[in-house]
Antibody, heavy 122, light 107 residues
């Protein structure tokens, strides 16, 4: 079964750092771009960026560029989203998602992780 | 950046109704448009890609249409399990922005 499994709930304080993960299984991890999507409480979906596991080519939304880092370790089939300095406004559910078509970066997200809830509060 | 507008933000319909959900792009995006369903408390799920192509396993009551700037997701006969928020997404270029969503409720 093709699936993405994300790391668990995180509760952090403002100013702390965080790295959440997304592990793919059931397919050749390097063949498909993986993206991250933010959903703030009660709000819509926001496209953050995507990465090619083959060479770590990464494209960010201008809204998130410089605030987060997307990375990947293709040897353990895992993508990451990290913050160096969290803010209360980073409180959200974060989804990873895989593109539908092999080796294509303009595409739909056909496989989604279960989401990671991040709460940032003092 | 191209903006994706979904209006209304919510709608109410009866079981068996034909429901149409619009999505408008601020510039021409050709057929580079996807539709997702998100049930409460769940991850999103791909319904339609490339404006009108039905994803494998998605019921045939869902269909997509449109080109350029104006797109529509249609549910031919609303079912109770279709209660969800529906999001469009453009992917002609980066960022691959989502619309704000339309929440569908049962009347």
């Amino acid at each position: 079964e093709v699936q993405l499994v994300q790391s668990g709930v995180e509760v952090k304080k403002p100013g702390e750092s965080l790295k959440i993960s997304c592990r793919g299984s059931g397919y050749n991890f390097s063949d498909y771009w993986i993206g991250w999507v933010r959903q703030m409480p009660g709000k819509g979906l926001e496209w953050m960026g995507i990465i090619d596991p083959t060479d770590s080519d990464t494209r960010y939304s201008p809204s998130f560029q410089g605030h987060v880092t997307i990375s990947v370790d293709r040897f353990i089939n895992t993508a990451y989203l990290q913050w160096s300095t969290l803010k209360a406004s980073d409180t959200a559910t974060y989804y990873c998602a895989r593109h539908r078509t092999r080796k294509w970066n303009y595409d739909a997200f056909s496989i989604w992780g279960q989401g990671t809830v991040v709460t940032v509060s003092s | 950046d191209i903006q994706m507008t979904q209006s209304p933000s919510s709608l109410s319909a009866s079981v068996g109704d034909r429901v149409t959900i619009p999505c408008q792009a601020s510039q021409d995006i050709g057929s580079y448009l996807n539709w997702y369903q998100q049930r409460p408390g769940k991850a999103p799920h791909l319904l339609i890609y490339e404006a009108s192509k039905l994803e494998t396993g998605v019921p045939s009551r869902f269909s997509g249409s449109g080109f350029g700037t104006d797109f529509t997701l249609t549910i031919s006969s609303l079912q109770p399990e279709d209660i969800a928020t529906y999001f469009c997404q453009k992917y002609d270029n980066f960022p691959q922005t989502f619309g704000g969503g339309t929440k569908v409720e049962i009347k």
